[in-house]
């Protein structure tokens, strides 16, 4: 998707890794990422394996809170569960002090079975069933980040039935055009999220009237990959009209929720800036006097993990075809959103071989497994690895076993070791669930 916006030159090999410092060529091991040889990880757990850096979680996180501490913003951060759900980043964010933003029953158990307790849990969505909100009631949930006037008034009648009272923030579409694929924008009128400013005023006078629900302000989410600060300031000016209009009406408005979206570099350009980010939350928003809240989900996991896969075999048919052991099923980006993702071998002396174009696919039965086109590589032969970089968010959680593939294993290195975090599925257990009459 971020070919959307990248008008640049494709980065060589050299460039992708200038650009990531967690990665380097080392002359024995080859691409070594957080200080570990990908080939020990391979070797180990073969491939394909996902393989996630907390370092890198760690170093985003505190990038993040530094930028808004800078700006003297207290804005806490619940990590959205949606780009990368396994328990082990989950609870890499518990440790760090995050919360958690959650869009099904699923995630926000995941989120408690990471040790996230619930009331610093929001819930998101546009489509919550009745038993979902009813488990999140009956646990405590912190937040219900709510999207239309059904859901509140549904939210009301299940928790005044359960003896609770919901805390609820409205998720207000400020008609804002992201500037990001169309996949992944929702913050425009005619997207499905949320709910028009025009009918704002009058729901939030509802809400604080409603039993078992408790207003406390509003939310909004423009969309994803954003790597521009100026969506954001719109959105976010509009937000702050809206409190104050909301205050006006004699309304409290003590919480604003600004949602996810940040953008990182998929090719060697900057991701957001994020000093100018927190500037702009600041000037726009600084000075409401209300608990500010942040969903990022890519910003936070996209780079802190690769897809590390090894080469079936280089197929001449016209052009040059380089087969993977990974396909679609894995990282399904490139398939859904056009996504461009970084791609570098992992042995040493092909960093200096000469690099020509190849398509990078899978093996998976569709023209659309194809994570590469024309691309400039080296002559990778069979059994060669690779990374595909930048798979940490909407990667694995998008996974699925199309064509009868396993799952993949995934990897979590920590302070220069790693650690197996799933096991690669059995091919056994593809059909274990499934009844034969
Ligand atoms: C998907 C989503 C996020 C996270 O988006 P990123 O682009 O990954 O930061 C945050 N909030 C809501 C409501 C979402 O749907």
Known sequence: MADAVFTGPEPDLADLLAARPAFAVHAQDGLCF????????????????????AGSMQARYAALQAAFKAQSLDVHIHYAVKANDHLAILSVFRQLGAGADVVSQGEFLRAQRAGIAPQNIVYSGVGKAATEIEAALAQGIGQFNVESAEELEMLSTLATHAGSTASVVLRM?????????????????ENKFGIAAADIPELYARAANLPGISVRGL???????????EPYATAYAKAADMVRTLRGQGLEVTVLDLGGGIGIGYHDEPGMNLAAF??????????????????????????????????????QAGKRFVVLD???NELMRPALYEAWHGILPVGAHLFHGAAT????????????????????????????????LDAGAYGAVMSSSYNARPRAASVLVANGQFHLITPRQRLEDLWADEILI
């Open 34 to 53: 957080e200080g570990v040889p990908l080939n020990a990880i391979a070797d180990q757990y073969g491939t394909p394996v996902w393989v996630y850096g």
């Open 326 to 328: 990974a396909a679609m």
């Open 219 to 229: 939310a909004l989410h423009i969309g994803s990959q954003i790597l521009s600060p």
């Open 278 to 315: 927190a500037a702009v939350v600041k000037r726009e928003v600084g000075g409401l006097g209300v608990q500010l809240l942040m969903e990022p989900g890519r910003y936070l996991v996209g780079p802190a993990g690769l897809l590390l896969a090894s080469v079936v075999l280089q197929k």
């Open 173 to 189: 579409n400020p008609d804002v055009d992201a500037g990001t694929h169309a996949k992944i924008t929702t913050g425009l009128a």
């Open 357 to 388: 174009p190849a398509d990078v696919v899978g093996p998976v039965c569709e023209s659309a497994d194809c994570f590469a086109k024309d691309r400039a590589l080296p002559d990778l032969s069979p059994g060669a690895r690779v990374a595909l």
